[in-house]
């Protein structure tokens, strides 16, 4: 399919845009393949608006006649004689931005409109820009990607007697949303893994996903167990657990799920553990919303964000209404449990919810940001992210199709990376000496998960990456981030490491809005992000000048 068979109109002259932080501005404006484009014509050199049309998450078109009516354009002071029609395109994007286009020229306006509407919605993944975009400093010979179960397992020796790598998913048949390779407990031959992974959702069978040093405790996590209404057991299933423990009396099983849900999954085939099968086990519920009740938490909160009425009490109703730093606090609280039971109390976790790929991964994620300094750098986050969201199969392709604009009825959406930025977001603010990267990296990556240069969020799963050539044939976004040329962006200038825990306060006066993602479009914000930007600057300058006395000094002595 070529590109230009949706593009009807490729420019446009004398379009005026009108969006967040700058005064309107006439010029023109272009669509290709992946991009639209605007050139102001009293601006010279780069355009004023180069964005990617994945971004785009919904259009709204107006018309209308205006044949002999003149209009002040405010910009350039004097009076023009419109053409016959025109149209007005309001567009709102993933990055929660909203701006508008007025288009002389009704027809214009209507192809305008329908290119960017079927060309920011295109659905093959090998038509998406990742798979055209070409940077000048980059090949893609490179290695694609930060770490592999593989290279976990060899950094981890203290477990080799208890742990295996297994490559039982090597075609992916055994679990389609798992990598090929997968650390599993050393007693279980793969036979044995390929019935635990048809008693679990998804196959997604009980895998290792972090071992803590301090006590060789470990988190594991899985899809739901299929018992169904008849208590269906597996005892491979309940002899990988007990495996797990090795030589404690006890593990915790978190399950993201009620109580209530869990028995009604039953009646669908899905279930829980029960203490007569997994007698070392206790069992701990903790509800956690996912899908679409996420999705329209995060759609009420934009809402909220972008209320006008300037009245606090209105503002303050919203915002308690969309319930997303509910979630926010649930996810934290859980996080918090999970790290307790394994730093704390001394016992290894198995989490999962229903399947396995949205909320258990985040609480994990979390729980290893708590514990382990090394995920509190930047390198180390970055990998933390490819290992327990890319690798462990969150459908990224689907979670992230729309973000809180979009008019498409709601299938699989759901903010759940999101929230896990959001989360880390408030451990930066209340932690701001532990985490070495900035809250920008967290903007960053915010914004790449719905609409990016880089493949790294592109499909569902490892399975559906290698089908599609995303590992060869895009780049990766993680690599482009630790490039010198980015990293000190993204690097906290007030960085001090510490191997001790940081727990999060999860009480409503603790957590806070993430102004700096919500409400980024806001003058008011802008002006914020500035005098930001300017004192770590000077932190930055501070440290060099630190630096330089220290290294006198020792040359002089």
Known sequence: MEFSEHIKTANVENVVLRQPLHPPARGTLCVTGHHLLFSDREERGSPQLLLLLRNIDATEKSVENLSGYSKLFSNAGHKERMSASSGTITIKCKDLRVFQLDI?????????????ETLSCLGHVSEMYPFFYRPVDVNLQEQWGLSSPEKLFGQTKEFHDRWRLSSVNRDYSVCPSYPPTVIVPKVLDDESLKKVAKFRQGGRFPVLCYFHRKNAMVIMRSGQPLTGANRRRCKEDELLLQAVLGDSNKGFIIDTRSSQQAQQARMTGGGFESKSSYSCWKRLHRHMEKGRALQESLIKLVEACRDESHNMDRW????????????????LSTAGLLAECVERDGHSVLVHGSEGTDCTLLISTLAQIIMDPHCRTLEGFLTLLEREWLQAGHPFQERCAHSAYSHAHLQHESPVFLLLLDCVHQLWHQFPLALGFSDSLLLRLANEAYASNYGTF?????????????????????KALLKPSERDHYLNPLYEPTELAIWPSVQPQSL???????LRWEPQIQHIEEAKKEIK???????KLVLDDSCSVSLNG
């Open 104 to 116: 002389p020229g009704m027809e214009q306006c209507l192809n305008i409109a329908h290119s960017i």
């Open 316 to 331: 303050l109703s919203k915002l308690e209404n969309s319930k997303w730093l509910s979630h926010i606090q649930t996810a």
């Open 537 to 543: 600057n000077m932190i930055s300058h501070w440290g």
């Open 512 to 518: 806070q809005l993430w102004t700096e993602f919500f």
């Open 458 to 478: 592109l499909c569902n799963n490892d399975q559906e990456r290698c089908t599609h050539e995303v590992k060869t044939r895009t780049h990766c976004l993680f």
